[in-house]
C-alpha cells in the first residue's frame, strides 16, 4: 500500500502549482505506519515537491499509539503539529466508540508530546454524547486547556443510520441529549475557550494565539489541494476528483497503470453553492468578490441577505458576509438557504 501512495505522489507532482504549504496525515489511522513508512511518503514528497519554508506537517494520531519513541522519531521526520483523537474522557465513552485507549491515556500523550518538543497540538472532542451531563462537559474542556494544547476541534455526535449506536438507540438501550442540552454544551464550550483564549475561527475549530489549522483552512478557503491514497479526494478551482475506495483495487490499478480514481467538474451552481457551505462555517466568511465572479446575488437572495442582517445571524464586513456567534449556531442550514438549485 505504502508504495503506491508513494507512486501517486510521484505521478502528481504537476498538480502543485505553488510550494506546498502543509502536508496532512490523516483519513484513518496513520499513527499506524511504521517510522520507515512515513519517512518513505515524506521523502518521496521532499523529492517531487516544492515545499514552504515553514510547512505545517500534520500527522493525525491515536493516544494509543503515542509513545516517546515514536514522538521523538516523528519530530525527527519533520512531524511538527500533531491531531490527537482523544474524542471524551468518560470510560463509558471510551467503550462504546471502541477506542483503543483509557481516559488516563488521553491526558498522558499530551505531556508526552510537550516533553518531547512538539509546540503545536490539537485534540478532538466530541459532545452530544449520550449520558454526557453539562458539568462532564465542562470538566472535559477544562482538562484539554489545562494540558495546554492549542488547538480544539469539537464535533456534535452523529448518529448514522445502520450502526450500532443507532440501534442501540432505538430499542431505548441508549439515550442522546436533547437538542436544548447540546445547544447547552456548545454554548459552554465556545464560552469556556473563548474565556481562555481561543478563537473560535470555524464552526467546530478553536485556535490558540493565531495557531489555524493551515491544512484545513485551505478546505474551507477553496484553495487547491491534492489527496493521495484510497478514498483520498482532490480539488482545484472548478474540478473535483477521488480516488477509489476499494485498496486491493487502488493498488492493482496504480501497478497497472489503470485508472485508479473518479471526477467531476463543477458548474456554477456547484460553485455557487459550495462557497457559501464552505465560506459560512469560518470567520472569514464568504468573500463579496467571489460573489460577484459568480453573478451577484438575485433579488431573492439579497431579501434573504437582509432579513438575516436583522436578525443578527449575519454581520456585513467591508469584504466579506460573516455569521455572527448567534448564525454559527444554525451555519448550515443558513448556508442552504442560499443554495441554488438550478
Given at each position: 500500500m505504502i508504495l503506491s501512495i508513494a507512486k501517486e505522489i510521484k505521478q502528481r507532482r504537476g498538480e502543485a502549482l505553488n510550494p506546498l504549504s502543509s502536508i496532512y496525515f490523516g483519513g484513518g489511522t496513520p499513527?499506524?505506519?511504521?517510522?520507515?513508512?512515513?519517512?518513505?511518503?515524506?521523502?518521496?514528497i521532499e523529492e517531487h515537491y516544492q515545499r514552504?519554508?515553514?510547512?505545517?506537517?500534520?500527522?493525525?494520531?491515536?493516544?494509543?499509539?503515542?509513545?516517546?519513541?515514536?514522538?521523538?522519531?516523528?519530530?525527527?521526520?519533520?512531524?511538527?503539529?500533531?491531531?490527537?483523537?482523544?474524542?471524551?474522557?468518560?470510560?463509558?465513552?471510551?467503550?462504546?466508540?471502541?477506542?483503543?485507549h483509557t481516559d488516563k491515556d488521553a491526558l498522558s500523550c499530551v505531556s508526552f508530546a510537550w516533553e518531547v518538543g512538539f509546540t503545536?497540538?490539537?485534540?478532538?472532542?466530541?459532545?452530544?454524547?449520550?449520558?454526557?451531563?453539562?458539568?462532564?462537559?465542562?470538566?472535559h474542556i477544562d482538562l484539554v486547556l489545562d494540558s495546554g494544547i492549542t488547538h480544539i476541534s469539537a464535533y456534535c455526535l452523529t448518529v448514522e443510520k445502520g450502526?450500532?449506536?443507532?440501534?442501540?438507540?432505538?430499542?431505548?438501550?441508549?439515550?442522546?441529549?436533547?437538542?436544548?442540552?447540546?445547544?447547552?454544551?456548545?454554548?459552554?464550550?465556545?464560552?469556556?475557550?473563548?474565556?481562555?483564549?481561543f478563537e473560535q475561527y470555524e464552526v467546530s475549530n478553536f485556535?490558540?494565539?493565531?495557531?489555524?489549522?493551515?491544512?484545513?483552512?485551505?478546505?474551507?478557503?477553496?484553495?487547491?489541494?491534492?489527496?493521495?491514497?484510497?478514498?483520498?479526494?482532490?480539488?482545484?478551482?472548478?474540478?473535483?476528483?477521488?480516488?477509489?475506495?476499494?485498496?486491493?483495487?487502488y493498488i492493482r490499478s496504480l501497478k497497472m497503470n489503470c485508472p485508479y480514481y473518479e471526477e467531476e467538474f463543477l458548474s456554477q451552481k456547484d460553485l455557487w453553492?459550495?462557497?457559501?457551505?464552505?465560506?459560512?462555517?469560518?470567520?472569514?466568511?464568504?468573500?463579496?468578490?467571489?460573489?460577484?465572479?459568480?453573478?451577484?446575488?438575485?433579488?431573492?437572495?439579497?431579501?434573504?441577505?437582509?432579513?438575516?442582517?436583522?436578525?443578527?445571524?449575519?454581520k456585513e464586513l467591508k469584504e466579506a458576509y460573516v455569521l455572527t456567534d448567534n448564525g454559527f449556531l444554525f451555519a448550515d442550514a443558513i448556508a442552504q438557504s442560499f443554495f441554488r438549485v438550478q
Open positions: 499513527s499506524l505506519l511504521t517510522i520507515e513508512e512515513t519517512s518513505l511518503l515524506l521523502k518521496t514552504n519554508k515553514n510547512i505545517e506537517v500534520t500527522l493525525e494520531v491515536n493516544p494509543e499509539d503515542i509513545s516517546k519513541e515514536k514522538l521523538k522519531s516523528w519530530l525527527n521526520l519533520g512531524v511538527n503539529r500533531l491531531s490527537i483523537g482523544l474524542q471524551s474522557f468518560k470510560k463509558e465513552d471510551l467503550k462504546w466508540m471502541n477506542r483503543g503545536n497540538i490539537s485534540v478532538d472532542l466530541m459532545y452530544g454524547l449520550p449520558g454526557l451531563s453539562q458539568e462532564e462537559w465542562k470538566n450502526t450500532l449506536l443507532s440501534n442501540e438507540i432505538k430499542k431505548g438501550n441508549i439515550s442522546v441529549p436533547e437538542d436544548d442540552a447540546i445547544e447547552s454544551q456548545y454554548n459552554t464550550l465556545t464560552s469556556q475557550l473563548k474565556n481562555s483564549g485556535a490558540y494565539n493565531k495557531l489555524y489549522s493551515q491544512h484545513n483552512s485551505s478546505y474551507w478557503k477553496g484553495v487547491n489541494y491534492i489527496g493521495v491514497g484510497p478514498s483520498a479526494h482532490s480539488f482545484k478551482e472548478g474540478y473535483r476528483r477521488w480516488n477509489i475506495a476499494n485498496n486491493p483495487a453553492n459550495e462557497l457559501f457551505l464552505t465560506g459560512f462555517r469560518t470567520r472569514w466568511g464568504v468573500l463579496k468578490g467571489k460573489i460577484s465572479d459568480l453573478g451577484g446575488f438575485t433579488a431573492e437572495e439579497a431579501s434573504l441577505l437582509e432579513g438575516y442582517i436583522k436578525n443578527h445571524k449575519i
